[in-house]
């Protein structure tokens, strides 16, 4: 089975840095979407301090990504990838799912 989403090197690398950086109870990057934003739903990454028996836990390039639950129907077959550009960087999801993205590249939206 494929994973829900797979990490570009770029990503994995990112995020390795991010956690070696983090409070010592960080266990990983958490990935959900919430409702809003001009396209209707948009992506949310934060730390995971605690393990939701109820998520995806992915295991990529040696890093540890949950996955909420409710989220799993809209990600499957994202890759995630980091870009850095001159004035910003960002984690970006090229997610085969959306069928609409805003503008901005702040939200999405799934049929």
């Not at 390795?16 to 990983?28: N, Q, R, V, W």
């Not at 799993?72 to 960087?89: A, I, N, W």
């Amino acid at each position: 089975m494929n994973p829900i989403i797979k990490l570009s090197e770029n990503a994995a690398n990112r995020i390795k840095e991010i956690m070696s950086s983090a409070e010592k109870d960080a266990l990983g990057v958490r990935v959900s979407v919430k409702s809003g934003g001009c396209a209707g739903m948009s992506y949310v990454m934060e730390y995971s301090k605690d393990l939701n028996p109820n998520d995806e836990v992915i295991e990529d390039k040696g890093v540890k990504v949950f996955i909420d639950s409710a989220a799993v129907m809209y990600l499957l077959g994202t890759e995630m990838d980091y870009k850095k550009e001159d004035f910003s960087s960002t984690f970006v999801f090229n997610n085969p799912n959306e069928t609409e993205r805003c503008g901005c590249g702040e939200s999405f939206k799934v049929e």
